[in-house]
């Protein structure tokens, strides 16, 4: 290698895809007294930071119960179980979302059914909705529940899909799993849906050290039975056994990180939206650029574009890489056309036209509450660059 290659490799940044270590290092201090603290008390299970967390969360987002849980699909799952979900009732869920989603319906022993998503937003397509339901009816299923995934952060579009759940008499399960802190309308995250969840696994928005998840709902009475849940189906004790239930709680140790991580939430997503300003501005006339729809906030657990249809995706990857930008693809696969979920319906008779073209074409760029403006701008430029070359 002579000397001015040498030169060059050293220029190329390394640009995390998600940055948690700037994160760690500003929080540090702060997270290891949490950690002691909960050394010195010894309540490593269900202690003060637990419910400190909870009654945080709630005024967070306005749900009157919020139920930490020990991940995200846990959180789901036990939102099924609460409202009795199980053999002959049909869930409509996202075929272009992460597995947990159709996950927790297949343990329940109902059957999700794969609908089609927005070519803008990336989320469920109320229209693909109303063909599952009539899918379903055809299979002979009762339509139950819909599952909307907030995809990337962005809040579903809750008012259409409100309106045909009223319509079949359907309850939301809303997958907050990558969304909490965003807004539908005068509405956070959290406090849609009959149930509404998320997860603290460490990527997402809001995540803590290790795996976690909370489980939110205005209604007494649910709230009660996923209390139940989460602890063997406890009745007024956990040796007091009223129902079917699992061990489902968060450790007391990632409440105590939530905690310190929750004080500079609200910072971290102005940044979010901030960077995804900037891509936006800078990409929009090459790529297409992610839609977020009017009143709606995205909390940018991904920002993701639609490339053009010429471009070589693993080529222009490989490239990014080489200077030093990391990329990911979410998703590769639809659900729908996963091995463990093929046989399950998909809305309509045919495959879900949309979600196969997005899985071929989205490409997420790195993102996160840390990411600088130089480094964002140097992403655009080389995107750019490769894009004309590709
Ligand atoms: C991450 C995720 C989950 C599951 O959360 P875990 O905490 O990893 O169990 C569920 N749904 C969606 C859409 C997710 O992105």
Same mark, same amino acid.
């Given at each position: 290698?002579?000397?001015?290659?040498?030169?060059?490799?050293?220029?190329?940044?390394?640009?995390?895809?998600?940055?948690?270590?700037?994160?760690?290092?500003?929080?540090?201090?702060?997270?290891?007294?949490?950690?002691?603290?909960?050394?010195?008390?010894?309540? *490593?299970?269900?202690?003060?930071?637990?419910?400190?967390? /909870?009654?945080?969360?709630? =005024? $967070?987002?306005? +749900? #009157?119960?919020?139920?930490?849980?020990?991940?995200?699909?846990?959180?789901?799952?036990?939102?099924?179980?609460?409202?009795?979900?199980?053999?002959?009732?049909?869930?409509?869920?996202?075929?272009?979302?992460?597995?947990?989603?159709?996950?927790?319906?297949?343990?329940?022993?109902?059957?999700?059914?794969?609908?089609?998503?927005?070519?803008?937003?990336?989320?469920?397509?109320?229209?693909?909705?109303?063909?599952?339901?009539?899918?379903?009816?055809?299979?002979?299923?009762?339509?139950?529940?819909?599952?909307?995934?907030?995809?990337?952060?962005?809040?579903?579009?809750?008012?259409?899909?409100?309106?045909?759940?009223?319509?079949?008499?359907?309850?939301?399960?809303?997958?907050?799993?990558?969304?909490?802190?965003?807004? *539908?309308?005068?509405?956070?995250?959290?406090?849609?849906? /009959?149930?509404?969840?998320? =997860? $603290?696994?460490? +990527? #997402?928005?809001?995540?803590?050290?290790?795996?976690?998840?909370?489980?939110?709902?205005?209604?007494?009475?649910?709230?009660?039975?996923?209390?139940?849940?989460?602890?063997?189906?406890?009745?007024?004790?956990?040796?007091?056994?009223?129902?079917?239930?699992?061990?489902?709680?968060?450790?007391?140790?990632?409440?105590?990180?939530?905690?310190?991580?929750?004080?500079?939430?609200?910072?971290?997503?102005?940044?979010?939206?901030?960077?995804?300003?900037?891509?936006?501005?800078?990409?929009?006339?090459?790529?297409?650029?992610?839609?977020?729809?009017?009143?709606?906030?995205?909390?940018?657990?991904?920002?993701?574009?639609?490339?053009?249809?010429?471009?070589?995706?693993?080529?222009?990857?490989?490239?990014?890489?080489?200077?030093?930008?990391?990329?990911?693809?979410?998703?590769?696969?639809?659900?729908?056309?996963?091995?463990?979920?093929?046989?399950?319906?998909?809305?309509?008779?045919?495959?879900?036209?949309?979600?196969?073209?997005?899985?071929?074409?989205?490409?997420?760029?790195?993102?996160?509450?840390?990411?600088?403006?130089?480094?964002?701008?140097?992403?655009?430029?080389?995107?750019?660059?490769?894009?004309?070359?590709?």
């Amino acid at each position: 290698m002579n000397q001015s290659q040498n030169q060059i490799l050293n220029q190329i940044p390394s640009i995390p895809f998600i940055d948690l270590k700037t994160q760690q290092e500003l929080i540090r201090s702060n997270v290891d007294l949490a950690i002691q603290k909960v050394l010195d008390h010894g309540q *490593y299970i269900m202690g003060p930071e637990v419910h400190e967390l /909870e009654k945080q969360l709630s =005024s $967070f987002c306005g +749900a #009157k119960h919020v139920i930490s849980c020990a991940n995200g699909t846990d959180a789901l799952g036990i939102a099924l179980m609460a409202k009795n979900v199980g053999p002959g009732d049909a869930i409509f869920v996202p075929s272009f979302t992460f597995a947990a989603t159709a996950e927790v319906v297949a343990w329940t022993g109902a059957t999700p059914i794969f609908i089609d998503s927005h070519p803008d937003t990336y989320n469920m397509d109320p229209r693909s909705l109303e063909i599952g339901i009539h899918t379903a009816k055809k299979l002979g299923l009762r339509p139950s529940a819909i599952i909307p995934v907030d995809l990337f952060g962005q809040p579903a579009d809750y008012d259409a899909i409100q309106a045909i759940a009223n319509e079949y008499h359907l309850w939301i399960l809303a997958d907050g799993a990558q969304s909490f802190g965003a807004k *539908y309308k005068d509405k956070y995250v959290g406090n849609i849906g /009959e149930i509404a969840t998320t =997860s $603290f696994f460490p +990527a #997402k928005p809001l995540g803590c050290y290790g795996d976690g998840g909370a489980i939110f709902t205005n209604d007494d009475e649910i709230a009660a039975i996923i209390k139940s849940l989460r602890v063997h189906g406890q009745g007024t004790d956990k040796y007091d056994n009223v129902r079917i239930g699992m061990n489902g709680r968060l450790d007391t140790i990632q409440a105590a990180i939530l905690i310190e991580k929750l004080k500079i939430f609200n910072k971290e997503i102005e940044h979010r939206q901030f960077i995804a300003d900037l891509y936006n501005k800078e990409l929009k006339n090459i790529v297409q650029i992610p839609h977020v729809l009017e009143n709606v906030s995205s909390v940018w657990a991904q920002y993701t574009i639609r490339l053009p249809k010429k471009c070589n995706r693993s080529k222009l990857m490989t490239d990014l890489k080489a200077f030093g930008i990391p990329s990911m693809i979410y998703y590769v696969k639809p659900l729908h056309l996963q091995k463990a979920y093929q046989t399950y319906p998909v809305a309509g008779q045919q495959s879900l036209e949309i979600c196969d073209v997005l899985s071929e074409d989205v490409l997420s760029l790195p993102m996160s509450g840390y990411i600088d403006e130089k480094s964002a701008l140097y992403v655009t430029e080389y995107l750019k660059m490769l894009l004309n070359s590709n």
